[in-house]
């Protein structure tokens, strides 16, 4: 009974290595008719190619030639030699690697590279001074001084939007009391603020009065208009501008 199991289970592993070999022996078919029509396919295209790149050759040259002196080529793409052909007489394209002779694509002229933008020194600092600076004992803002923040501060807002902080600082000359100069100052940089918000600057602007500190001229002058005259420059206001 055991040994009519045993032949039995032979015979069915035999049937099913028999139906297996059949099975890869049918894959491995299809796969050599793909691989062959890769191959023709691949051969056909090579071909094609070959044959509809034109290889020019000099007059009376060594290869076959037609009227327009182009070389004479095989189905394969191989140039038609004559007798007389030697390896000197070799041209690009036919001789050497048999290869259809590659076309020459002249690039475009590169547009020239744009230098990289200077960032704009927004750090800065602005001295209202000159004609620029406050009368005798006033707070009013003359066109002068109008005209130099409209041109070196307003402007430049408008190149650096980065601009967070404004500092504004008002001087006085000597002549007066210590108090009164500092009102006196504060309200000057106040008059400077006052114009900058009412053009559009939204930055944080702070005002200081110094009074008479860090004066930029000394006078000496006994006559009392003289010396308000002389003492002008430090009638002054300083503005500075601070980005993040």
């Known amino acids: ?9 032979l015979h069915k592993s035999q049937i099913q290595i028999k139906i297996l070999q059949r099975t890869l022996k049918h894959r491995l078919l299809i796969m050599m008719k793909k691989f062959t029509l890769a191959l023709i396919f691949a051969a056909a295209s090579f071909n ?11 007059a009376k040259s060594a290869y076959g030639q037609n009227d327009e002196g182009t070389v004479l080529r095989s189905s394969t793409g191989l140039c038609w030699r004559s007798g ?4 000197e007489n070799a ?3 036919c001789d050497g690697p ?10 475009p002229d590169l547009a020239p590279l744009e230098s990289p933008a200077v960032p704009t020194q927004c750090n800065s600092s602005v001295t209202l001074e000159g004609d620029q600076t406050f009368a005798f004992g006033k707070t009013v803002m003359g066109d002068a001084a109008k005209r130099r923040i409209d041109r070196d501060i307003l402007s430049k807002f408008a190149s650096c939007r980065n601009i ?12 007066g009391t210590a108090q009164a100069n500092k009102i006196l100052s504060k309200r000057r940089a106040d008059a400077v603020a006052d114009y900058m918000q009412g053009n559009g600057v ?6 200081i009065g110094a009074g008479s500190a860090d004066p930029v001229k000394e ?3 006994g006559n009392r208009t003289k010396l308000i005259n002389c003492l002008a420059p430090n009638r002054r206001v300083v503005v500075i501008m601070q980005a993040n």
């Open 91 to 93: 041209i690009p394209g």
């Open 202 to 207: 939204l930055a944080k602007i702070i005002t």
């Open 219 to 221: 006078c000496k002058e």
């Open 48 to 58: 094609a190619t070959a044959q509809n790149t034109d290889i020019q050759a000099p």
């Open 98 to 107: 048999l290869t259809p002779p590659v076309v020459s694509h002249i690039a």
């Open 84 to 87: 007389s052909w030697t390896p």
């Open 164 to 175: 967070k902080t404004v500092t504004i600082t008002g001087y006085t000359d000597r002549i």
């Open 1 to 9: 009974m055991r040994a009519k199991r045993l032949k039995y289970r």
